[in-house]
């Protein structure tokens, strides 16, 4: 009997040695006895991808894309699924048989993935704040729409560059109100919403936790963080102590790997081996 052909995966980023994508695939494929897949990372930047897209060959399922390639790539692909292109990130690249590339996102995925694991039974959200206006902010109004809420408030450190993300608002037909992280509205905003998902950079957001000390929050007011390195971060454990609920930063990371997972091999992803797979990288690197 002939052996499967093996076939490949990886991570693309600059920088991306970071990355825990490694550990969540290739814990699923040992889970899923898919001892023929294998899964690298490749550092690449945005001038490079083109390029490396090109040596591509049959053995390739597909890629995960991390910063700064989520943009890019979506004039690389031969096809944009509609969500993706709504959004206007791509996360994922997938390698048709016939040699297409299809672009698609989980990140929206991740989100809606994280946000429902934690909220209290019955809960039904109305509210959001989104901090930052990046690619990540952009998945989030999306997610966001998917929960039901779909008039968000996003908070930028400069208004002038929220220009991609009300791009992309306008075409998934959502609303938000946009304010600079420094105006006075801010601290009352952030300890009355429902949900609030931060999409800064490392230590990016710890400035806010001074709008949380001394108040009390609901319990079903939730915090996701979509940092997944140093946890908990301070904005973080400030929600926590003032009472709401945390979504994790691993949670996204693992739910849109999940979904990825999915779209590249074809089966359902084994999110509780992957979980435990990233939780002890994460301790590993503590």
């Not at 400035?207 to 079903?220: F, I, K, N, V």
């Not at 979509?226 to 009472?243: I, K, N, R």
Request: hydrophobic share 50%.
């Amino acid at each position: 009997m002939t052996a499967p052909a093996p076939r490949r995966a990886a991570v693309l980023g600059h920088p991306v040695a970071h990355s825990l994508s490694p550990v969540l695939h290739r814990a699923a494929y040992t889970e899923l006895g898919l001892q023929d897949w294998e899964y690298q990372r490749h550092d690449v930047d945005t001038d490079e991808l083109a390029g490396f897209l090109a040596t591509l060959d049959d053995s390739w399922a597909g890629l995960s894309l991390t910063m700064p390639l989520k943009h890019v790539s979506l004039t690389l692909a031969d096809h944009v699924e509609p969500l993706a292109e709504v959004v206007g990130a791509v996360n994922t690249l997938l390698r048709s048989a016939g040699g297409l590339l299809i672009g698609a996102n989980t990140d929206v995925y991740g989100i809606v993935a994280s946000l429902r694991e934690v909220l209290p039974p019955g809960a039904q959200p109305r509210s959001a704040v989104v901090v930052g206006a990046g690619a990540t902010a952009s998945s989030t109004l999306a997610a966001l729409g998917e929960l039901g809420i779909h008039d968000p408030l996003v908070l930028a450190r400069s208004l002038s560059r929220t220009g991609p993300v009300r791009v992309a608002a306008s075409r998934m037909g959502v609303e938000p109100e946009f304010l600079a992280l420094d105006a006075r509205q801010v601290p009352d905003r952030l300890r009355t919403a429902d949900i609030v998902v931060l999409t800064l950079p490392e230590g990016a957001a710890d400035p806010l936790t001074e709008h949380l000390a001394g108040h009390t929050l609901r319990p079903d007011q939730v915090l996701l963080d979509v940092v997944y390195a140093g946890w908990p971060t301070m904005m973080a454990a400030a929600w926590s102590q003032a009472g709401g609920v945390i979504a994790p930063g691993y949670l996204m990371l693992l739910h849109q790997a999940g979904e990825q997972v999915r779209l590249m091999t074809g089966y359902e992803a084994p999110v509780e081996a992957m979980c435990e797979a990233l939780l002890a990288a994460l301790a590993a690197r503590v």
